[in-house]
C-alpha cells in the first residue's frame, strides 16, 4: 500500500503526542498514573506472555461480538418492519423514544439479576444497547427512500416483494450502516461498564485489576487493547459497507475524504 501525503500527515500529531509523552514521563514531569508509552508496551509484553492477554481478548471479543450482532440483527428486521408498516412502526415509536434517552448502563443490573455474572448477562446489555441505534437508523432509511423509485417500480408492475429487496434495501443500506456503526461504537462502551462488574476475564477485568493494585501501566495496557480493538472492528465495518456499497459511496464526503 503507498503512502500518500494526507496519510503521513495523519500520523505526524499522533507520533508526536507518543514521543513527547514518553519524553515527558521519562523526565519526570508527568503524574504517575500517566504510564509512559514503553511501560505499556512491557505491561501488554507481560500479559502476553503469562497468557492473560489472549484468555482476555477472547472473553471480550466473543461477548462484543454475540451482542453486537444479535442487536444489530433486531434493530434491522424491527426497523425496517417499522418503515414499512405502519402498525409496527407506531407500536415500537413510542417504546423506543422512551428507552433509548436512557443510559443504557442503567438496565445492567437488572440483566445481571437476570442472566447471573456470566457471558449471558454482558451479551444481553450490548445487544439491548446496540438495538436502538440501529433500529433508528432502519427506520428512517427506510421512510427516506425516494417515492418516486417506488412509484415507478409500482408502475411497471414490479412485485412488493422484489420492490423491498430491489429498491428499498439498497436504497435504504448507506443510512442503515451508519446506524450499525454507531450500534458497534455503543458495544464496546457497554462491554467496558459490563466487564467492571462480576466478571472473571476480559479487558476491563484487566483494567479494574490495574486500578485496584494502583499498575497503571496495566489499567493503560487495558484500555489500549479496547482502543485498537474497536479501530480494527470499524475499520472492518467501512470496508464491508464498501465492498457492498460500491458505487453508492461515490461522490460523498467521506469517500473523497478516504
Known amino acids: 500500500m503507498r503512502l500518500n501525503s494526507a496519510s503521513i500527515q495523519n500520523w505526524i500529531l499522533p507520533v508526536a503526542a507518543l514521543l513527547a509523552w514518553e519524553i515527558l514521563g521519562r523526565a519526570g514531569a508527568l503524574p504517575r498514573y500517566l504510564s509512559t508509552p514503553s511501560a505499556i508496551l512491557a505491561a501488554l ?8 492477554l489472549f484468555v482476555a481478548l477472547a472473553a471480550s471479543l466473543y461477548r462484543v461480538s454475540v451482542g453486537f450482532a444479535l442487536g444489530t440483527a433486531a434493530g434491522i428486521v424491527v426497523g425496517l418492519g417499522a418503515g414499512i408498516v405502519p402498525g409496527v412502526r407506531h407500536f415500537f415509536d413510542p417504546l423506543v423514544s422512551f428507552l433509548y434517552s436512557i443510559p443504557k448502563v442503567a438496565f445492567l443490573p437488572i440483566f445481571l439479576l437476570l442472566f447471573g455474572l456470566g457471558h449471558a448477562s454482558k451479551i444481553a446489555i450490548i445487544a439491548f444497547s446496540g438495538f436502538f441505534p440501529v433500529f433508528v437508523a432502519s427506520r428512517h432509511a427506510v421512510l427516506s427512500v425516494d417515492k418516486l423509485l417506488l ?5 411497471m408492475g414490479t412485485p412488493s416483494r422484489t420492490i423491498f429487496f430491489r429498491v428499498v434495501i439498497p436504497a435504504a443500506a448507506p443510512q442503515l450502516f451508519g446506524g450499525v456503526r454507531i450500534g458497534l461504537a455503543h458495544a464496546f462502551v457497554v462491554l467496558f461498564a459490563a466487564e467492571l462488574i462480576g466478571s472473571k476475564a476480559g479487558l ?10 494502583v499498575r497503571f501501566d496495566l489499567m493503560f495496557a487495558g484500555i489500549v487493547c479496547f482502543a485498537v480493538l474497536g479501530f480494527v472492528s470499524d475499520r472492518m465495518l467501512l470496508a464491508i459497507r464498501s465492498r457492498l456499497l460500491k458505487g453508492q459511496m461515490i461522490g460523498t464526503e467521506e469517500e473523497v475524504v478516504r
Do not use: D, F, Q
Open 45 to 52: 509484553w507481560e500479559l502476553a506472555l503469562t497468557g492473560e
Open 151 to 155: 412509484w415507478a417500480a409500482r408502475n
Open 204 to 213: 476491563g477485568t484487566i483494567i479494574s485489576y490495574g486500578e485496584e493494585w
